[in-house]
């Protein structure tokens, strides 16, 4: 996987360097877990960090890339990439530092 192209990269590397804990926790689950398997809901890891697995029907993103967003990034969920099919979207939350 790569990361999206609208990843605000300054932030991303800020948060990582504040909170190196809470990306591992994050990151971990994403990487161990079978994710087209788990089961749909709220995967609470640690404080300030959860994943979320849903399934629904998208309006439009870009496969093979992942978002990063920020509390300051707007964004529109449920996007498409050429049809409407059922996906499964999978969410990592990691509670942003304060600098």
């Known amino acids: 996987m790569k990361p999206d192209a609208s990843?605000?990269?300054?932030?991303?590397?800020?948060?990582?360097?504040?909170?190196?804990k809470a990306r591992e926790v994050a990151s971990e689950?994403?990487?161990?877990k079978d994710l087209e398997a788990i089961a749909l809901g709220r995967y609470d890891l640690s404080d300030?960090?959860?994943v979320n697995i849903?399934?629904?029907t998208p309006h439009l993103l870009f496969?093979?890339?992942?978002?990063?967003l920020f509390p300051?990034?707007?964004h529109?969920?449920?996007m498409k990439v050429d049809a409407n099919e059922q996906v499964r979207k999978v969410v990592a939350k990691v509670l942003c530092v304060n600098v």
Do not use: A, C, M, R
Not at 7 to 20: A, G, T
Not at 63 to 68: G, R
């Open 7 to 20: 990843i605000y990269k300054h932030q991303f590397v800020e948060q990582n360097i504040l909170s190196p």
């Open 29 to 32: 689950f994403l990487i161990e």
């Open 48 to 50: 300030g960090v959860y």
């Open 54 to 56: 849903d399934e629904y």
């Open 63 to 68: 496969t093979e890339k992942f978002l990063v």
């Open 72 to 74: 300051i990034d707007g």
């Open 76 to 78: 529109k969920p449920w």
